[in-house]
């Protein structure tokens, strides 16, 4: 693909660099869908096919057939990711200055859904585990958030979230029945809990009112592709279907809604067989690393009995281990293995059906010569979990307010005017219309210092954060 005057395709280079040999423990999970198919079927709402909003024909059709398979009332196909059914589900049920309950460990677009509709959030806080692995929120957490909180919308859960941790929606549906009000739950990375009994309890059997699945993540399907279900007829539906269509291309993008079409059609007919293989495989892989004698696997026993843990999540953390998560992984990456994410002291893979039969081997005797190689080293301490500071103005009033750039040292005592996103995992640690802790500030300090990515923090000439100007 080089002349005709173009000499240079940077996306492609680095896409054709990052292909060979390759163990893959990441989303998107590439599972059976046939490759050639993308480019052929790129058309437009020609005769016979159908539009993306208020469908009629073929997309309303598969769209029927995925609700039944993912046991919802409505399903629609989302073609910008979770992030879109997160963000257009704040703006159906909150309006500004409404209450949303919801964890701390929430994903960035719920954090965009929170400055786009002018809702308030009431941030419930997130356990932790060994090593500092973030668990998920705790239904005594959420029941004293929901008392302090007559008026709230609704609850919006992240389950499970990026280390495979779920929060108990059973409980919380109950919970939440009792004042009528919805649960709306984030569980981007859990589409395959309902396919397999070994799973999860899934969003759909807990009985919650609406949940986002990214087919593209867990299930196969292309990115950004991805699932919004509901469970029955609410009075907020056309809301909700008015925001997606703002929210989203104008144009079906057919080859993303195929693969949504096809990953439907896999799961139903063989889903249940590939996450039983890809489960024998998880677990034989966590048991031959627990003989380590630097590394485990994050088990269920180690979690508040209310979680569950995903088990094809495989989080490996160490406490004696001289290498950093973002060393190992670069390690790993040298040896042909990518995996998920990295922290201070472990890191995440995930175990899919896409994965080759020597995947597995080839992680495990990795983590086996990089244990030999370094050997053990004095005890790492994980920095302690981000404070949760006060809100003084709504996400969507300090956003919109008038603002100015200060240097981070400076800004303790301001109001932040900005999401400050540590990525992955994609989940805010600062917020619009936040006071700035001096915690904090240390805090991202001794991140930048680890390596660590932000995804909205200037840092030229020197980190800078946009605060409310007085
Ligand atoms: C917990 C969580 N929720 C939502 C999303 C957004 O999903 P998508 O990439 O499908 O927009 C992500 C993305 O990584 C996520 O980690």
Redesign the pocket.
């Known amino acids: 693909m080089t002349g005709e005057g173009y000499s240079s395709y940077p996306i492609l280079e680095a896409l054709q660099k990052q292909l060979p040999s390759r163990h893959r423990f990441h989303v998107p999970a590439h599972c059976v869908l046939p490759h050639q198919y993308w480019s052929r079927y790129d058309l437009t709402e020609l005769p016979g096919l159908d539009y993306l909003y208020q469908p009629r024909g073929c997309i309303a059709a598969a769209q029927e057939l995925a609700a039944s398979v993912f046991r919802a009332g409505k399903t629609f196909f989302l073609v910008n ?3 879109a059914g ?1 963000i257009a589900s704040i703006l159906a049920f909150c309006r500004p200055g409404e209450t949303l309950l919801l964890g701390r460990n929430s ?1 960035r ?1 719920v954090a965009a859904g929170l400055i786009l509709s002018g809702a308030r959030p009431k941030f419930i806080p997130v356990a932790e585990g060994p090593a500092g692995i973030p668990l998920n929120i705790k239904i005594a957490d959420a029941a004293r958030a929901l008392k302090c909180s007559a008026a709230a919308r609704g609850l919006l859960v ?1 389950s499970p ?2 280390w495979g941790v779920g929060s108990a929606l059973t409980a919380l549906t109950a919970l939440l029945q009792q004042r009528g009000i919805p649960l709306l739950v ?1 569980e ?2 859990g589409g395959h809990f309902i396919f397999h009994e070994a799973f999860p309890v899934s969003a759909a059997r807990a009985g919650a009112t609406l949940w986002v699945n ?1 087919g ?2 867990t299930l196969g399907a292309l990115t ?1 592709g ?1 699932y919004l279900h509901v469970r029955e007829n609410i009075p907020e539906m056309r809301k909700l279907e008015e925001a997606l269509s703002m929210l989203q291309t104008a144009s079906p993008p057919y080859p993303v809604l195929l693969s949504l079409d096809l990953a439907r059609g896999w799961l139903e007919k063989c889903g249940h067989s590939a996450f039983n293989a890809a489960l024998e495989t998880a677990i034989k892989l966590k048991r031959a690393i627990s003989e380590s004698r630097v590394f485990q696997c994050l088990e269920q026993q180690e979690l508040p009995p209310e979680m569950q843990l995903d088990p094809l999540r495989l989080t490996i953390y160490w406490h004696r281990f001289p290498l950093t998560g973002y060393q190992l992984c670069e390690l790993l990456h040298e040896r042909g293995i990518e995996i998920e994410m990295a922290g201070t002291a472990y890191i995440v893979a995930m175990v899919h059906p896409g994965l080759s039969a020597d995947a597995a081997t080839s992680l495990l005797r990795a983590l086996q010569d990089l244990e030999k190689r370094f050997g053990t080293g004095s005890p790492i301490r994980p920095p302690d979990p981000y404070p949760l500071p006060a809100l003084i103005l709504t996400p969507r009033e300090a956003a919109t307010a008038k603002t100015r750039m200060v240097p981070l040292r400076e800004a303790a005592g301001l109001i932040a005017a900005q999401l400050v996103t540590p990525f992955p ?2 989940v805010p640690v600062l917020y619009p219309g936040e006071l700035i802790l001096p915690e904090t500030i240390a805090r991202f300090e001794a991140d930048l210092k680890a390596g660590v990515h932000f995804q909205d923090l200037a840092l030229k000439p020197q980190p800078l954060l946009a605060v409310v100007a007085e």
Do not use: I, M, R, V
């Open positions: 990711g979770s992030s997160l994903h677009s992240t979230n990026y984030d981007a990375h990214s593209h993540k950004p991805a995992p994609g």
